[in-house]
């Protein structure tokens, strides 16, 4: 069951729409590379489509009637936007539910170091990573520093053409023989992911006077420089910042289009931020809906989906219980209806065919790119292992939502049963006993600090869930 080939079936003004969209899309990959700005850029959307948070409406004594539209932001780091529908709440939600965190390297929190003349940030690699990718590209450093005082200052550096860049730096092959003979896991190591910070000493005019103390500490004269700087330009009081700071190591620079005929995207953190914006576009489209239509973008994903803005926290029920109330349907019962009434769409990505490593992929069973949204009916690992899998009834009724808007899709699995494997947030909403299956965009790259989607799949995926909002 060969899936056509999207581009196929597109008019100019098909096509003129796939380009809007991407364009749009490239700006927000660019420019959103943390968790943090991609919940600000979120909520900066939503109110400009006439979101309110919903803490200042509870905060009013707002009830919440049909057609209301409130977001709930958890740490700067998780988000939830709710339509509400004329559909009684208790015969459940259409969710969607996407990730925004991506695979990267966070600043220890004691990371400044000198060495041999250069000083150096010492990293803790999150997520899944081929180590060996992240040296010898620029890097940016995104973040937070959190002062004692109370402010917080905001961190980017690297993503202006007049910004420094940064780099973890790697063995020249002329010395690279034991390098080269060690297991890609093994090529570069964990604690060998150091970025390389600065190399200009700071100069003291009294050299030769300074006392002993001082000559003792001229080994960190680049340290000195570097802590110096911080101070005067990045808003640090003392190398002590760092403690309470949060700042993301991510590739350097703009997403762009991809191949001659431009019909791809290449950046970095397109797992998952490709279906969070896709996902958001959707929810922000949304006009009178019949079932409230949620939006889930959450934390933590890429770690187990754990801590306070992971989705295995109670962010996503205390939310949806404040609605009910809000919407007069308080109590504990009332909840369990909804969510066990309610369909969603775990909106992640999916391992994309790729000719060059033929061998990792059972072809019938593969995405494609330039197929359309592709569904998965179960990830998980080899024997299905931690993996939510839908029941058919629910697949027949999304192929039916999908065929009714004319959306571009496929299904498939995460490469051959015994080579791996992977799991998403679906099986953490499948508890509450509502149908969930996992679909988004076919990914290149997977992981890597530069990823690559079809620009096709985007915009089927946008379609595919505006389709499911409307109609599930």
């Known amino acids: 069951m060969e899936r056509r080939n999207a581009w196929k079936g597109y008019s100019d003004e098909d096509s003129a729409e796939v380009e809007r969209l991407a364009s749009d899309y490239i700006e927000f990959i660019s420019t959103c590379k943390t968790e943090r700005e991609c919940a600000t850029r979120a909520i900066e959307m939503a109110e400009a489509a006439g979101y309110v948070d919903m803490s200042a409406a509870r905060a009013a004594g707002r009830k919440l009637q049909p057609g209301a539209k409130v977001y709930a932001s958890n740490y700067g780091k998780s988000l939830i936007l709710f339509h509400m529908g004329t559909d009684p709440l208790e015969h459940g939600f259409n969710i969607l539910g996407a990730h925004i965190d991506s695979p990267r390297l966070d600043i220890k929190q004691n990371p400044l170091y000198e060495a041999d003349g250069f000083a150096l940030l010492d990293t803790h690699y999150y997520g899944g990573i081929k180590k060996y990718q992240w040296v010898a590209l620029p890097l940016a450093i995104h973040g937070v520093v959190a002062k004692k005082d109370g402010s917080v200052v905001r961190v980017n550096v690297g993503e202006d053409p007049s910004d420094p860049v940064f780099c973890v730096t790697d063995l020249l092959p002329h010395l690279g023989a034991d390098q080269m003979d060690k297991k890609g896991s093994k090529v570069i190591e964990g604690e060998a992911l150091d970025v390389l910070a600065g190399s200009r000493p700071l100069v003291d005019e009294a050299d030769d006077k300074t006392s002993d103390d001082a000559k003792a500490k001229a080994g960190e004269s680049v340290k000195a420089m570097l802590l110096s700087l911080l101070q005067d330009k990045y808003g640090f009081d003392d190398e002590e910042d760092f403690l309470s700071s949060e700042l993301e190591v991510v590739p350097a620079g703009p997403a762009r289009s991809c191949g001659f005929d ?28 019949a079932r409230s239509a949620v939006c889930v973008l959450v934390d933590k994903e890429e770690i187990g989906s754990v801590g306070a803005t992971g989705m295995t926290s109670l962010f996503f029920e205390n939310t949806m219980a404040e609605i009910m109330d809000m919407a007069g349907l308080g109590g504990d019962l009332p909840l369990r209806r909804a969510l066990a009434a309610s369909n969603m769409l775990s909106s992640d990505v999916s391992a994309a065919f790729d000719p060059t490593y033929a061998a990792a992929y059972e072809p019938k069973n593969s995405a494609y790119c330039g197929r359309g949204i592709v569904f998965n009916k179960f990830t998980g690992a080899r024997g299905k292992s931690g993996s939510n899998d839908a029941n058919a009834e629910y697949v027949a009724k999304i192929r039916s939502i999908m065929d009714a808007d004319n959306v571009a899709f496929q299904t498939a699995e995460l490469g051959k049963v ?9 099986y953490i909403l499948a508890k509450y006993g509502m149908n969930v299956i996992d679909c988004g965009v076919a990914v290149l790259s997977m992981h890597a600090p530069w990823e690559v989607t079809s620009k096709a799949d985007i915009y089927e995926t946008r379609k595919g869930y505006s389709a499911f909002l409307h109609r599930a």
């Open 418 to 426: 015994d080579q791996g494997g992977g799991g998403t947030i679906a």
């Open 262 to 289: 431009e019909s791809m995207v290449l950046g970095y953190g397109q797992d998952d931020r490709v279906c969070a914006y896709t996902s958001l576009a959707a929810q922000l489209q949304v006009d009178c809906p």
